[in-house]
């Protein structure tokens, strides 16, 4: 412990030297905090050795199975007469550690192929309990049976298996003690039954699902939850508490199980898709037929490792991007859908300005980065040019090292696209990822490395324009204590990224750096060939136990530091320091289920100092006993003297006007067959100047136990009085101008779904979103000599930018995804899928307002795909 307290001082003086001078308040915090560490350290030491639930065991035995069960929900097969039942479950939602309102019991089994598992849910009601339907992966408004699994013991990584009256399934892999991973797709069985004691959930879990250290005799952690829907309580073995931190940490034990099987298992799932595109002529449109096939491969090399590749890899099944319209500076993070890059993702991250006061998806790796768009598609395509990279093949190698060691590689490599003329649009590029973490005093601690790379076979059309290589080498640790209701973590980063002098300076000046700031301490350099950064965070909280939560953290990245050809960061050159404190009530009183009162207070600089940002917000939410919830809060932002040093575009920073921003969200029951949601966020800054407004309402109507329809309508009002509309050059005396306008602006979008169950394995899903902004600007201006001014009035002065840039806009988009999936065997399917896409961008606003726009997108020309995919799982 002393030897861990004087790294984490060597960390902070680290801090120190690289950014904490210009900011004493958050150097005194840290002082505090780590000054209080020895004496949290030495109550660790003294306290009392933690105690087990008083009411119930938490080991039980496996039973081995001569012959395997018949998976059908019965409970007669020969296994289940011998294998012992266990009891003792705990309530611990709403109430933690308390009786069970129905009694639950499992029984547990194995041989070389499976762990066979026998949940029994009593239930005095039996005709009261839903067999709604969705499809795999999402939960049904219904009861449900969780079986986790900690195969490697470990404390720290596991699987959960999912399965609803209805035999619906779900599944998760678990890493960080408490991190759920809802991309893994493991293949498993399970057969649920009602009958006339409540009903019955029978699993086969294939041994191959789960990895093992290599031993004769293995002890798994391992844990049921049982969840009450009708009555929105939650029990589980052994007993649960949610007043602690950690998930796999608190499993219960099984003991006895015996020969795995293999430690080398092998999947082998090949697949041919066919594909109808629409093809582009020079006077007219066509359709072509595309074949290809592929396969995805995972082969155990160890027991404890797995090695995941796909060779030309296909995702015509996975549904499209939301439609946005991006008006900012940063880039737009979308989610990632295709399940090679999802499942497992989170092996292989590190987050970045990533804290209990917000977190905005940026880290060091961003799977959408392999595939995409081709960075030269508007200087070099055309019409029949790509609109993704292709991807030639991908690996991970993933999974454990021993009990203590974590281990994540990944490689993939995108083939050379091309638009007219054969001119690079995107050259051949290889990306790779490696993370590893240690754990040490059973989960407790752990350090951990990433290293990640890029390297691309640039060419004459690409040098310029495109960096040739990129690297990223970092290291991270995590110490928990006082019972683990405490935490520490902390990383330190640094980035290189090579290139011409072209690709460099062009690195330099974009929205991330933006070095050329005429009032900015940055200066360009247009001799560089690399640029090199680094970033760093301290992290310090309290997560559990009694009542109280807080966490106060420190972030930083230098000017040059750059990860975006691999990961996703919204800007450099940036400093922040976040607090959060909470109040969680969850013991169930008169009015409510559950309480949580939330505060925060955030600042940012820059790395010289120049504040960016000071804000307070506090929210509130609450639960009811009629499964209602409700919540609202407001931020009071840009608080004293800060600035914006992006809003320019690399012009000088603009001081910011304090902005209100109240919201608020009521949210139904989805026990019921419909459940309406809404919320709403209203904001006022530049001195009453801009306003916005959105009004979200949504509901889910589960018209039948097999159809489900839910409709989400996103209408929002903006009027913005400082939007940027472009940087021009006056020509006579070579002068910037950076011009600026209200922008008035209404957008409606509307997400259509709907999601037909003829079994718990053949489904149809139907989404369809509408989307349509228009803009018009008025009262262009340009910065004045003062842009940092005190008063609004004073920052600007009149200015007539070409017309073109105040003409304003008008964007149409329509996308469609019909997609039937048929699991006809455990892991093996079929897809048929039908997309759709129309859109159409104008510069100049559409006059006819939303019901004449959204009329409209159906008579622009649609772009239909059609596809058929078929897979088979093998394995051995």
Avoid at 161 to 179: E, L, M, Q, T, W
Avoid at 378 to 383: I, K, L, P, S, V
Avoid at 764 to 778: D, I, K, M, R, T
Avoid at 810 to 839: C, H, I, M
Wanted: with cysteine.
């Amino acid at each position: 412990m002393l030897i861990f307290h004087h790294k984490f001082v060597q960390l902070f003086e680290s801090v120190l030297s690289l950014g904490c001078r210009p900011l004493p308040a958050i150097c005194a915090w840290l002082i505090i905090c780590i000054a209080a560490a020895p004496a949290a350290i030495h109550a660790q030491q003294s306290a009392p050795p933690t105690t087990t639930d008083s009411n119930s065991s938490r080991t039980a035995v496996a039973t081995h199975a001569t012959h395997a069960p018949v998976i059908d929900g019965k409970d007669d097969d020969a296994v289940w007469h011998v294998a012992p039942a266990v009891s003792s479950f705990r309530e611990h939602d709403p109430v933690e550690d308390s009786d069970p309102r129905f009694r639950t019991e499992f029984k547990i089994a194995y041989d070389s192929h499976n762990i066979y598992v026998f949940v029994r849910a009593f239930d005095n009601d039996p005709k009261a309990i839903r067999t709604t339907l969705a499809r795999r992966d999402a939960r049904p408004p219904t009861d449900q049976i969780i079986v986790m699994i900690d195969s490697y013991h470990d404390g720290r990584s596991g699987f959960e298996f999912c399965a609803s009256p209805g035999g619906v399934k779900r599944d998760y892999a678990i890493y960080n003690d408490n991190n759920e991973d809802g991309s893994w797709d493991g293949v498993w069985d399970v057969a649920t039954r009602i009958d006339s004691l409540g009903w019955t959930a029978e699993y086969a879990i294939p041994m191959s699902q789960l990895g093992f250290t290599s031993a004769p005799t293995h002890t798994i952690g391992f844990s049921v939850w049982r969840d009450l829907d009708r009555f929105k309580e939650r029990v589980s073995w052994p007993g649960f508490h949610p007043s602690k931190t950690g998930l796999v940490s608190q499993f219960g034990t099984v003991t006895g199980i015996g020969d795995v099987g293999s430690t080398h298992p092998l999947e082998v799932v090949p697949y041919v898709v066919t594909t109808n595109v629409e093809t582009i002529g020079a006077s007219s449109f066509g359709r072509a037929q595309r074949v290809s096939t592929g396969a995805d491969l995972k082969l155990g090399v160890t027991p404890g490792l797995r090695l995941t590749a796909a060779i030309n890899p296909d995702f015509g099944q996975v549904e499209a991007d939301p439609s946005v319209l991006n008006l900012g500076a940063f880039e737009t993070f979308f989610s990632e859908q295709r399940p090679f890059f999802v499942e497992g993702q989170g092996r292989y991250t590190m987050s970045l300005n990533c804290n209990a006061v917000n977190c905005n998806s940026e880290g060091l790796f961003y799977s959408r980065r392999i595939g995409r768009a081709p960075q030269l598609l508007g200087a070099y395509g055309d019409a029949s040019s790509p609109t993704a990279s292709t991807i030639l093949g991908a690996a991970k190698l993933s999974g454990r090292i021993g009990n203590s060691i974590s281990l994540g590689a990944l490689d993939a490599v995108t083939a050379r696209a091309t638009g007219s003329s054969d001119r690079t649009i995107e050259p051949t590029t290889n990306y790779g990822v490696l993370r590893a973490q240690r754990d040490f005093g059973g989960g407790a601690s752990n350090v951990g490395i990433i290293a990640t790379s890029v390297a691309r076979d640039n060419d004459s059309w690409t040098s310029s324009a495109l960096r040739k290589s990129a690297s990223v080498l970092g290291a991270d640790f995590s110490h928990k204590f006082l019972a683990d209701n405490y935490t520490v973590s902390g990383s330190v980063t640094a980035s290189d990224v090579t290139g011409t002098p072209k690709a460099i300076l062009n690195t330099q000046t974009n929205a991330v750096h933006y070095y050329q700031r005429p009032d900015g301490k940055l200066r360009v350099d247009s001799s560089l060939t690399s640029l090199s950064g680094n970033s760093e965070e301290f992290i310090f909280g309290k997560y559990g136990g009694g009542i109280t939560r807080f966490e106060t953290s420190y972030q930083r990245q230098s000017a040059g530091y750059e990860v975006n050809d691999i990961g996703y960061l919204q800007r450099a050159d940036v400093q922040s320091w976040n607090n959060w404190a909470a109040l969680n009530f969850f013991k169930r009183t008169a009015v409510y289920n559950s309480l949580r009162i939330n505060g925060n207070f955030w600042n940012r600089w820059t790395s010289a100092g120049l504040p960016l940002e000071h804000a307070l917000n506090t929210n509130t939410h609450i639960v009811f006993h009629n499964n209602w919830s409700a919540g609202g809060g407001g931020t009071l932002g840009q608080l004293g003297t800060v600035y914006c040093d992006r809003c320019a575009r690399g012009g000088p920073a603009v001081r910011q006007s304090s902005y209100l921003s109240p919201w608020f969200y009521i949210t139904g029951d989805d026990r019921r067959r419909i459940a309406p949601s809404i919320s709403a966020n209203f904001q006022r800054s530049d001195e009453g100047r801009s306003h916005y407004m959105s009004l979200d309402p949504s509901v889910a109507i589960q018209a039948t136990s097999q159809l489900l329809f839910s409709l989400d309508v996103n209408a929002s009002h903006n009027d913005d009085n400082s939007q940027w509309i472009g940087n021009f050059t006056d020509s006579a005396s070579n002068r910037m101008h950076y011009a600026f306008a209200h922008l008035h602006q209404n957008t409606l979008s509307t997400s259509v779904r709907a999601t037909y169950l003829a079994t718990p394995n053949l489904s149809l899903q139907f989404y369809a979103q509408p989307f349509v902004s228009n803009g018009s600007y008025s009262d262009p201006r340009e910065l004045s000599s003062t842009p940092r001014a005190t008063r609004y009035a004073d920052r600007f002065v009149a200015y007539s930018p070409p017309a073109s840039a105040t003409s304003g806009f008008s964007d149409r988009e329509f996308k469609l995804n019909a997609v039937a999936r048929w699991e006809y065997r455990p892991g093996s399917t079929v897809f048929l899928v039908w997309t759709q896409g129309r859109s159409a961008y104008n510069d100049s606003p559409d006059a006819r307002g939303w019901t004449g726009t959204y009329p409209a997108l159906f008579r622009l020309r649609p772009d239909n795909t059609f596809l058929v995919k078929v897979s088979y799982w093998l394995n051995r």
